[in-house]
């Protein structure tokens, strides 16, 4: 198996404040071709640090992938040690420069003069297009290791590694086939989703199965090799369906989608649409669904009803509900989704409301306590939840829930 | 300045899903206390990589602090790695080993041989007690450096340094008073940032300063020390204020808030109301506002209006001004401010129109142009922007756009 460092670049990585998640991203994507990381280094903008982790790897790792470092400010170093090491001039590089221009004049901005420190490439490198900011990345062989520079920000790191790097690294591999899979699961604990799960990938030793938990979903990935594609999916589909078995309604994805584009390709697929009143979630949900692209096919419109005031005028709640049952209860969560379906006239309509915190929590309805309702021209539903957590994690939670009661209504 | 270099040691750690928030603790830790963080390796379970690590960070940090890999099982090298480093015996401790004892059989169970391994301290260490596991740290003076081992669990790791490493850390430090100030800043480039502030943050090497892009914002760090606060903090005032001097109208916090928390403290405290009517950013603006505990004292209510339908519906934006000029437009993000303020009888209102891509772009209106207009009750202004990258990039400078133009508004 081939052995890959990284190597992080750039004082704010020694901060308390960064973590390092271009390290992760890469990584997977290492493991999915089959290379194993055997060290990461994360230097601040320390010329002989850099030098120094720049000569152990080259010494005994057979890629090297550097991310940061390659801005336009004096302290970005990447090019300047990484050209010492190698022992290989900067030259400037016209194109780019004039790229550089452009991109500038685009936006109805003179270019600062330091930008130009960006078109100087490495003589003998292989420039990589930025397609997401100035600073091209660069690869060059340097004997027998492949040396990677990329920028620090993930959206123009990720398709410059896509794109460049990862068919000229495949190559290098070989033809073993590593193939994974992604399980998405929203609606059960961690511990719950181990617990059925374990039994099952802990039989298998070939995929390997790794739980991921973020932002109150699950993900498990499958990871199996073989040296067929054909031999690689069969063990996914072993040991994919026994999952399927235990873990069953929980799973809203199989191939890598988000939850709101699962439920946007439902609503598509039929010729549905929706709409949402929402009041603790402040317009999320529909942050969440616009977040696809395409979703102005079925997402028509939202409201925001903060205020009792806008639950009442625009989305019709009765004034005596709220007096009577309060704002965060189930009559009004269920006319709100039936008010906002009326005024959008959606197929269907979600209503939220709850109470986020830290503040505002009673004993009868504590911090948590939220009731979503999915309203369509039958029936309305309503459930009522309580979630762990501070503000931030119980709207979000309040998110993914209100996504997924769309998904299995309509699934 | 004291240095330090910090080795996190475990294949686990070399997944893609395991962050290394041990180092980001230990930073912060090291910070407060005066000491730079210069360089951070994450090692697996590989004897010749962390022989290698150990090996350099002795010859150049002043105080090595390394964390996991004291387990008990065969792939905990950390003991075994140090003590060849540094040329001393691992001898078994009759104290630890009889705690460890006591410890397995408080829980009624025999203590598994291999546990005895962590009895095993190196000649001349300090031993740190456990007080939340089996492990024991050690620290060692070799030279003129510092070298602390601790455990890789946070609830073991996190107690261990600050009872017992902390307080020796201070001691050679000395006793200085390190302070912090974060200055944040919107509506400058990073490159256009650095051109500004360099010139002033680069004539002080107390305080130091570190610069920080996040989600279209930018951070300044300032971090001076003293022997005395009030030092620190004159020295703080007097970058600060030089600072203020270049970047003024850009800087919405010189005190660690968000610019959501800025916006609603500057409404709240004129007694303003805002209310949100929003096109491609679906939602966003609300949900960011939101996202402020207490800020339903201040924001009423939100519509996105994804579809003209509900443009023309809810916000009484003419049907002839969106066949004239289009949904994205300077008339009709006016229209869209302008009708919700009326809608939620609020202060302000707020418009938002664009285009976030990827598709619907054309040669006039390409990806990236989002129009905002803010109305009160006697203007509305609109702008045009043109924003770089991805969808979601667009949505998330749009908001910020949005939320920056409410401040300069009241401020």
Redesign the interface.
Known sequence: MLNAEIIAIG???????????N???L??RL?SLGID????????D?E??LE??IR?ALR?SEIIISTGGL????DDITRKIFARVLKRHLVLNDEILERLRT?FA????PM?E??SRQALVMEGAEILANR?G?APGMMIQEGKCTVVMLPG?P?EMRPMFDEAIAPVLKQRVGDLVILRRKFSIFGLTESRTDELAAPVYLKFKNPVT?I?FKDGQIEL?LTAQARKSADAEKLLDELGGQLDEVLGEYIFSRRDETLEEVVGDLLRARGYTIS?A?SC???????K???V????DY?????????N??KIR?LGVPEAMIIEHGAVSEPVAKAMAEGVRK??NSTYGIGITGI????GGTEEKPVGLVYIALADDTQTTVRKLIFPGD??FI?TLAVNSALDLVRRRIS
Chains 1, 2 share one sequence.
Request: proline share 6%.
């Open positions: 004082s704010e990585m020694l901060t308390p404040f960064r973590v390092d998640t390290s992760l991203w990584t997977e493991n990381v055997k060290l990461k280094t994360v230097v601040g320390d002989s640090r120094e982790a152990d005994r801005g336009p400010t004096e991109r685009r936006r109805n901005m600062p330091i930008n997401n100035t920000p959206r790794t991921l990935h949402t929402e979630t402040g317009g999320l949900v529909a942050g669904i616009t977040e692209s395409g979703s102005s997402f028509l419109e939202g409201v925001v009803s903060y205020s005031e806008s625009i005024l959008a986020a915190g830290p503040g503000r931030q709207r």
